[in-house]
């Protein structure tokens, strides 16, 4: 039988492992060529590149195991928002990496391992409820999303800029800016049909922000 959902993650999925194998094998070049000898630098260059094939694990698996909706945003606009909105990000990771700097490796490994937990407390509670398109399937209120809209959404793009501190550049800038613009269609799309599906839905938007409590 035909599975409309199934074959919309399969091109996701395949294009998030391309990068997730094209990382493994870098990182297994860098520990060549850099031999182990725990010095700081290293720790933390090791500690940022672990950190982001962590994050990039994550992606593969919160794409794969979500339930099919109840409904959807019709249209091209959201499905083509979603799709590249997940996805350019990655596109920082076919840039050179920056020069090594340890504070900002620091801070990129600390940001991606943030980030990754948050996802994983976010999904704990949104479950198999998560969406890559702009579609419903329950409305989650607990939890993260008793304080703003969209925490999944703010959890990746804090991981996205511990991914771009790694590749910082006016090119990776420019990736950076397209993809949050990219995240904000993709929050007003799935806004849209959560209205339209659960009518609580307005109230809930009422008492909560988007993406930054007390402030948007």
Known sequence: M??????????????????????????????????????????????????????????????????????????????????????????????????????????????????????????LHLGRSISIMAEARRLVTSGPYALIRHPLYFSEEVAVIGIFLQFRSWEAAVILIIHFALQVQRMRNEEQVLLATFPEYRDYMNKTSRLIPGVW
């Open 2 to 123: 035909f599975d409309y959902n199934r074959l919309m993650k399969l091109p996701i999925i395949l294009f998030t492992l391309y990068f997730l194998v094209r990382e493994t094998e870098q990182l297994h070049q860098f520990m060549q060529y850099n031999p182990p000898l725990l010095s700081p630098d290293y720790l933390v260059s090791l500690s940022a590149r672990i950190s982001l094939i962590l994050f990039l694990l994550l992606l593969v698996a919160m794409q794969a195991f979500r339930e099919n909706p109840v409904n959807k945003a019709p249209g091209l606009q959201p499905r083509i928002t979603a799709v590249l909105g997940l996805t350019f990000s990655l596109l920082l990771l076919l840039l050179d990496r920056a020069a090594p700097l340890a504070w900002l490796n620091s801070l990129s490994a600390l940001l991606l391992l943030v980030g990754n937990y948050l996802c994983i407390v976010t999904l």
